[in-house]
């Protein structure tokens, strides 16, 4: 109870607003779907009007697809407005800046993405709290109320980056979080986590798919015995492959409720305890399915597109997420309204294990997201060796940009082989994803 109380005074001297949408899509989850579509194109037709005025990028492209503003109202009438991509975004940078900026509030953001292809971005402040209510909400599903122990095995993207360690650990208190670095996984640091997480026994587990996986594995390998079992465990960032799900729950005695989101887009959608697909998040942005043809489709499987509401700081509007997916309009037994996505594809990724450390796909996105590189891939090619192919952007430099890059991996792994080369082509594997980390070595 007084975590409770000092979660909910910290986030109501921080961040009131987070609250205030917490306790507003309690009730919108299970409103009827048409209701929540029309509050979405309610919204759409602001967001339209907004960026035909202020954001040059948008003002051209309607005028160049002869695009009138006032007649995108509907889901379906984006489908007159082109795909857009990170390469448009990074390319057209200066263009995506609002003329308003100045009196929006934002928070700078980056992605390495699900391909391998980084891009930094900007953060509307209404948008970033509505999608931290929403990932609240979402874990709700497993039960979570606010101010529970959550114990998060993950790297950058999930672990706010604070300076200040007094500060980190203040925040940790007030959330009641504990870190837990995946970005470096030995089996000395391993042991340390089992044995903290052990004795604070936290209600919660949420960390990338194949980190809380690894950690798993780690427990069964050494046979080491849990005083505790978590009320559910939030795997996101990756595909959950079922293999995983299996040793999870088998290990940790409790069920799995697995994530998709895409902050820069701004759509996410969780699992509920029915875990038949994951509920689509409709109060933040709207998520497309199309084909090769950029058409809405439904029930089957589609390119995934992102149109974020509220992030009027960079406008995010039919943004190709790089993944594949389904969403159904089938009815959940759990009484929420709003579609299901299944069978994200995309995310499936090989570990790197450099000098016995092992690290995941989603740590090395976050650190390839720092530097302007157009699209990267990391390959594998002995027990502390590695080559990184990288395209290069406009504000890449090699020097700087290379010593950062081996600084993280360095002090995270120590000492290792680091070949950098650089191209104009990476080869594409398979039709629907690039695979940007390659282990030659080490197959689990």
Not at 83 to 93: F, R, V
Not at 94 to 105: A, H, L, M, S
Not at 124 to 133: F, L, P, Q, T
Not at 404 to 411: A, E, G, L, V
């Amino acid at each position: 109870m007084f975590h409770k109380i000092i979660f909910k005074i910290g986030y109501f001297l921080k961040r009131p607003s987070v609250l205030h949408y917490y306790k507003q899509f309690q009730k919108t989850q299970y409103k009827p779907y048409d209701w929540q579509k029309e509050k979405q194109e309610k919204q759409l037709k602001k967001l339209i009007n907004f960026v035909s005025k202020n954001v040059p990028y948008y003002i051209k492209l309607f005028k160049t697809h002869n695009i009138n503003s006032g007649n995108i109202k509907t889901i379906k009438d984006l489908e007159k407005i082109p795909i857009l991509t990170k390469q448009t975004i990074k390319q057209n940078w200066q263009d995506f800046i609002p003329k308003n900026i100045n009196k929006i509030k934002y928070l700078n953001g980056s992605t390495g993405g699900s391909t391998g292809t980084p891009l930094k971005y900007r953060m509307s402040k209404k948008d970033y709290e509505k999608g931290v209510a929403l990932l609240y909400r979402g874990w709700g599903y497993g039960d979570y109320r606010l101010g529970d122990k959550v114990a998060v095995i993950a790297g950058s993207s999930l672990i706010p980056f604070i300076k200040s360690e007094i500060k980190k650990n203040i925040q940790d208190f007030i959330l009641n979080f504990r870190h837990y670095s995946s970005f470096n996984m030995s089996e000395e640091n391993l042991f340390k986590y089992f044995n903290n997480i052990n004795r604070w026994k936290p209600n919660f587990l949420r960390g990338y798919a194949s980190s809380i996986y690894f950690f798993a594995k780690f427990i069964q390998n050494k046979n080491l015995k849990l005083k505790f079992h978590p009320n559910a465990i939030f795997t996101t960032s990756e595909k959950l492959l079922k293999k995983q799900r299996i040793l999870i729950e088998l290990i940790f005695r409790t069920r799995v409720f697995d994530e998709y989101g895409v902050n820069d887009g701004g759509i996410s959608g969780h699992e509920c305890s029915a875990h038949n697909g994951m509920h689509v998040d409709t109060e933040r942005a709207i998520m497309e399915t199309v084909n090769k043809n950029g058409k809405q489709i439904i029930n089957r499987q589609g390119k995934l597109l992102a149109t974020s509401l509220y992030n009027y700081a960079l406008p995010f509007i039919r943004y190709d997420t790089g993944d594949l997916g389904i969403v159904v309009n089938k009815k959940c037994v759990c009484r929420k309204k709003s579609f299901l996505i299944k069978n994200v594809s995309g995310r499936v990724t090989d570990f790197l294990k450099l000098n016995n450390v092992t690290i995941g796909s989603p740590v090395l996105t976050g650190l390839m997201g720092k530097s302007d590189i157009e699209q990267y891939q990391i390959i594998q090619i002995g027990s502390s060796s590695i080559i990184i192919k990288i395209i290069e952007g406009d504000d890449y430099n090699k020097k700087r940009d290379e010593e950062y890059i081996r600084k993280s991996f360095y002090s995270h792994v120590g000492k290792i082989d680091i070949v950098f080369k650089y191209l104009d082509l990476i080869f594409m594997i398979g039709a629907d994803k690039h695979k940007f980390i390659i282990n030659k070595i080490n197959k689990k």
